[in-house]
Every structure is written in C-alpha cells, then in structure tokens.
C-alpha cells in the first residue's frame, strides 16, 4: 500500500475510533435523561446520528489522511493537524458535557468553540489541500446545525 493510502487509512480509523469511545457518554443517557427533555421541532430521530456521524468521521479521516500525506515535517500541514486534533477533542468532550455531564450550558460553550476552532482547521486545510478541506465542509455544516439543536435544548429546559 502507497504512503498516502496508509495516511488515510489510519486517520479514518482514528476518527471513528474516537467517534465510538464518544458515543458511549452519549449511550449513557440517550434513552434516559434524554428523552425528558424539551426538544425543538427540527429535532431529527435518534436513529440518524450515528450513520451521519460515521460518513463524517470517514469523511474526516480521508480530509486529515490527504493533509496528513503531505507530510508532517512541513510547519503548515502540521499546524492544521494540531488544529484538526484539537477540534476533534473538543468534537469528542461534547458528548461527555452534553450526554455525560448533562450540561447543555457547558456543552453549548463547548460547540461554539469547535465550530470557532473548525473554520480555522478548513482554512488550514485548503492552504494544503482544497479537496481536504471540502470534505470537511458537510461536517462544519452539521456541527453548526447542532450548535443550534443544542441552543434550542438549553433554551427549552
């Protein structure tokens, strides 16, 4: 397997690695604490989370994975893979604040500064690969959707 493939390859794999490990805070009260709160309208069925977050988390890896193959020795692609890292902690401590802590409040913080942190991992990313930085595109858009789920939650409990 080529250099690249391998990147991608790994990269995908810690992606959902990391979405998996979160999703047992969400696990942790999404049939319990969940379900009694107030929710907006535009509040989708649980069930379509997790495809969603698995084709992004996929399409995260691949991003990450192009950048990635770069190679890490150059400043730029490792300064957009710090910030690439750290908002996948951050995308990873939502869960735990949200579903764990059961602190919408905090969690909202918590969103708003991946959100805040995102854009400047696709800017990043377009300096070293447009393509990366398209894929991340669906993300950001979803992220920003749940800013505002997230948003309405707090505002109705």
């Given at each position: 397997?080529n250099?690249?493939?391998?990147?991608?390859?790994?990269?995908?794999?810690?992606?959902?690695?990391?979405?998996?490990?979160?999703?047992?805070?969400t696990?942790?009260?999404?049939?319990?604490w969940?379900v009694?709160?107030n929710?907006?309208?535009?509040n989708?069925p649980?069930w379509i989370f997790?495809?969603?977050?698995?084709?992004?988390?996929?399409?995260?890896g691949?991003?990450?994975g192009?950048?990635?193959?770069?190679?890490?020795?150059?400043l730029?692609?490792?300064?957009?893979?710090?910030?690439?890292?750290?908002?996948?902690?951050?995308?990873?401590?939502?869960?735990?604040?949200?579903?764990g802590?059961?602190?919408p409040?905090?969690?909202?913080v918590?969103i708003?500064?991946l959100?805040?942190?995102?854009?400047?991992t696709?800017?990043?990313?377009?300096?070293?690969?447009?393509?990366?930085?398209?894929?991340?595109?669906p993300?950001?858009?979803?992220?920003?959707?749940a800013?505002?789920?997230?948003y309405?939650?707090?505002?109705?409990?």
């Open positions: 397997m250099k690249k493939l391998t990147y991608i390859a790994i990269s995908i794999l810690v992606c959902l690695v990391i979405g998996f490990l979160s999703s047992f805070a696990q942790s009260s999404v049939n319990d969940f009694t709160l929710k907006p309208s535009f989708p649980n997790a495809p969603v977050w698995t084709v992004l988390y996929i399409m995260m691949l991003a990450v192009l950048v990635w193959s770069k190679g890490f020795h150059h730029w692609v490792k300064t957009a893979l710090y910030h690439f890292g750290f908002q996948l902690l951050l995308n990873a401590s939502w869960s735990i604040v949200f579903f802590l059961k602190e409040s905090w969690a909202l918590v708003i500064t959100l805040i942190l995102l854009v400047l696709i800017r990043w990313f377009r300096i070293i690969n447009k393509v990366a930085a398209w894929l991340l595109v993300y950001f858009l979803w992220v920003c959707f800013t505002a789920l997230n309405k939650i707090w505002e109705l409990n």
